[in-house]
């Protein structure tokens, strides 16, 4: 009877240790979208200022970016909508690629700034920054990166992006020599917010005193300078790689690993209490 008591015992400790040691926080992507896919289903919970999402692919695949979604222009914003169960009262992060495309101005007034883009989740502000690829000072970084020298609180074109000049796009802005330059950033972002107890996220991303002039004369698409480009606006943007992960989330840490429930390990401690009882009566 001791031996069994004490296998019993055994038992019951690895069961409650174990399930403690099991017990941790992951996260869960719900929503992932590269928007190679530009089928009606597979943005259907995108939409546009203009109508429905459009899609363009970028010149060069030297940033990892291929078909995005955009690009947009002037007033021009997307809205992303999700209802979900699991989003009631969750903690969300945010990711994606913000693509920042030819003259974006930063803060400079001279040249038309300043040039913003701003994201809303549920109408509350993650972001609303400049941003420039060269012509001006922007108010986007990453913490401590290139800092402005003259301490104004601003900081250099393209602060605190993860790719330059690396996607292909150009425009002749005849402020660099007046040539055509490569005009391109992309910016690696991240959020983390809470969501309501409707288990509804709204997402808006636009742009803001951003200039919509079309450019329908520019040769720089010819190898020889004969050929015309397409139209394509003078400062624009795009989204690619958005991904919503629920964090915080309590599991396993091995997938199919079951957890007991709270009563379970009451359950298991009582019986613990009841074999160390009666083993005590016994010897005494």
Known sequence: MKTLSRLLSAAALAAVFGSAQAVETYSLEIYGNDFSDSSASAVASWTSSTGAPSFSTAPSGTAGIGQFLGDYGGAESVSFSLTDERLRNATVTLTLDFLALRSWDGNDATWGGPDRFAITANLATLLDASFSNGAGMQTYTVDGIRPDPAGSGLFLPMAGSRAQYAMGYSFYDGINAAKYNPQDAVYGMIFSFSVGEDGILDLT??????????????????????????????????????????????????PGTEVPAPSTLAALCLGLAALSLGRRRRLS
Not at 233 to 238: A, I, K, N, T, V
């Open 205 to 254: 991303f636009s742009g803001h005193g951003l200039q919509d002039t079309w450019i329908e004369n520019d040769r720089s698409c010819g190898e020889d300078g004969s050929s015309l480009c397409s139209a394509y606006r003078d400062e624009s943007w795009g989204l690619d790689n958005v991904r919503l992960m629920l964090t915080d989330l309590i599991g396993t840490s091995s």
